[in-house]
């Protein structure tokens, strides 16, 4: 599997492949027109509690990536899917957050690729 983790703000026009949007809230100061998304899986992010209680804490990543998989559990047909178009050509997963190791992005692709 070809699956890339690019900070949206990172983004440039050489960021090739199947673009997912993996964040519940659009992020600041970015135009839909300049993201050029494939896709927006606004639903496979963490939900809206479980967000705010880890407010981008490492101290809490263990248990966030913990309590983030078994929301993610009820999602297996879109982390199915998102699959097999990284099996076909490159996933590039965007993300807003600041923290490269420590955000959505990094669990979901270890949950596609069996690294739980």
């Not at 913990?66 to 178009?85: F, N, Q």
């Amino acid at each position: 599997m070809n699956i890339e983790l690019v900070r949206v703000y990172d983004v440039t026009t050489a960021t090739q492949g199947y673009r997912v949007l993996v964040d519940r809230i659009w992020p600041r100061g970015i135009s839909k027109d300049t993201l050029a998304l494939d896709e927006w899986c606004k639903d496979l992010a963490p939900s809206a509690g479980l967000r705010k209680w880890f407010g981008h804490d490492p101290a809490r990543w263990t248990e966030f990536r913990s309590r983030y998989l078994e929301e993610m559990r009820s999602k297996a047909d879109t982390l199915d899917r998102l699959r097999r178009i990284a099996s076909e050509r490159k996933l590039v997963l965007l993300y807003s957050a600041r923290d490269h190791e420590h955000n959505q992005a990094v669990v979901i692709r270890d949950a596609m690729t069996g690294e739980n």
